[in-house]
């Protein structure tokens, strides 16, 4: 079976994928610190709670933060027996090669998110990513990835007001009743909720107006679901897009 694993800024997700479906899905907060046996006592927990009786043959690792990938590899490699395909390096293959500047690196993230949202839904898309940054890639009729949009995330633009404004307290991010706020925290739910969805449109619009094309819009990410309800502008909300890209580039690759 295979070993998917989704490291991100805020978490990483770990899935177990047995050919034809994933028998179960975990997240642990991202932490370079922790060390490929604290990752087995807690993987391991986890697939004896959930009674997920897999045996792992093969890994695949998406990173994009470089200094845990070494204990994950080494997680994969002491106790699992496996060499893991890193998604970004050399050994590992693309469907199609991105499309950008000579010498810019590409998210890995962004990439496999590319690789899952073709082969599901074909070309000319926009895929919208709201992780800890929100992402805009953008999606060649053949599949390459061809270049996009980075924004701040939602929670880090929540984040940042709390710190740099000391009368403003912390809220969680919730769709508001109305657009006009008559308190503080209905103030700033509306602020960044309605303002992250003009972000979303008005960047879909201008991606559509330089392509003179009509490209669908793909949404995944924590919050792809909470926004869905505030705009038609997605076409797709995509729960496991990353995942479903990391078993295709698996596959290609063995």
């Not at 060390?35 to 087995?40: G, H, I, N, P, V």
């Not at 308190?183 to 972000?199: D, E, H, I, P, R």
């Not at 924590?222 to 698996?250: N, P, R, W, Y």
Request: glycine share 10%.
């Amino acid at each position: 079976m295979l070993l998917a694993i989704d490291c991100g800024n805020t978490n990483t997700v770990f899935s177990i994928w047995d050919g034809s479906r994933f028998l179960a899905t975990w997240r642990i907060a991202t932490d370079h610190r922790r060390t490929a046996d604290e990752y087995y006592v807690w993987l391991s927990s986890m697939m004896m709670l959930t009674k997920t009786e897999a045996k792992v043959t093969a890994a695949i690792i998406s990173s994009t933060v470089p200094r845990v990938v070494f204990n994950l590899r080494v997680l994969c490699n002491r106790y699992f027996g496996c060499r893991p395909l890193v998604v970004g390096k050399p050994d590992c293959r693309l469907p199609v090669p991105p499309r950008v500047d000579p010498g810019t690196t590409v998210g890995p993230d962004r990439l496999v998110n590319t690789v899952g949202a073709h082969d599901r839904h074909g070309g000319s898309l926009i895929v919208v990513d709201f992780g800890t940054a929100t992402t805009f890639d953008v999606v060649d009729d053949d599949g390459a990835y061809v270049g996009g949009v980075i924004a701040p995330g939602v929670n880090l633009s929540l984040e940042a007001l709390h710190m740099a404004a000391a009368a403003l307290p912390h809220i969680d991010v919730a769709k508001p009743q109305s657009v006009i706020g008559t308190n503080t925290v209905a103030c700033m739910q509306s602020g960044v909720y309605w303002g992250y969805v003009g972000l979303v449109e008005g960047v879909v619009a201008r991606i559509r107006q330089e392509r003179a094309r009509a490209m669908k819009v793909i949404a995944t990410g924590g919050l792809a679901s909470l926004f869905d309800q505030g705009t038609t502008i997605f076409d797709k909300v995509e729960d496991d897009l990353t995942m479903h890209g990391l078993v295709l580039i698996h596959d290609l690759n063995t």
